[in-house]
Nanobody
Framework: QVQLVESGGGLVQAGGSLRLSCAAS????????MGWYRQAPGKQRELVAH???????EYADSVKGRFTISRDNAKNTVYLQMDSLKPEDTAVYYC?????????WGQGTQVSVSS
């Protein structure tokens, strides 16, 4: 059974940084594409960043140059380094993993950026 456990959210001032982590279990991590979505109050969930099993990454335009997604296959963990945070980055961030065309989700972690 695939399980994803996120950590690293919190409250930070604008311009600050946070690093989110997502530890996966129950699957051969190195073969899976993974990424992060976020959902702000009253808004639809949006893709933030995605990394393939070949370590190819993509980003939403709104976070390019500020966020970095990475993976450590030895630790079964994907990270999202968030720098130069803005109030509009405030949202619940969800980790996901794709296995054979099905997405699995973490429980979400709150990121709040104050102005």
């Amino acid at each position: 059974q695939v399980q994803l456990v996120e950590s690293g959210g919190g409250l930070v001032q604008a311009g600050g940084s946070l690093r989110l982590s997502c530890a996966a279990s129950g699957t051969l991590f190195r073969f899976r594409d993974m990424g992060w979505y976020r959902q702000a109050p009253g808004k639809q969930r949006e893709l933030v960043a995605h990394v393939t099993n070949a370590d190819y990454s993509e980003y939403a335009d709104s976070v390019k140059g500020r966020f970095t997604i990475s993976r450590d296959n030895a630790k079964n963990t994907v990270y999202l380094q968030m720098d130069s945070l803005k109030p509009e980055d405030t949202a619940v961030y969800y980790c996901y993993l794709n296995k054979f065309g099905r997405d699995y989700w973490g429980q979400g972690t709150q990121v709040s950026v104050s102005s």
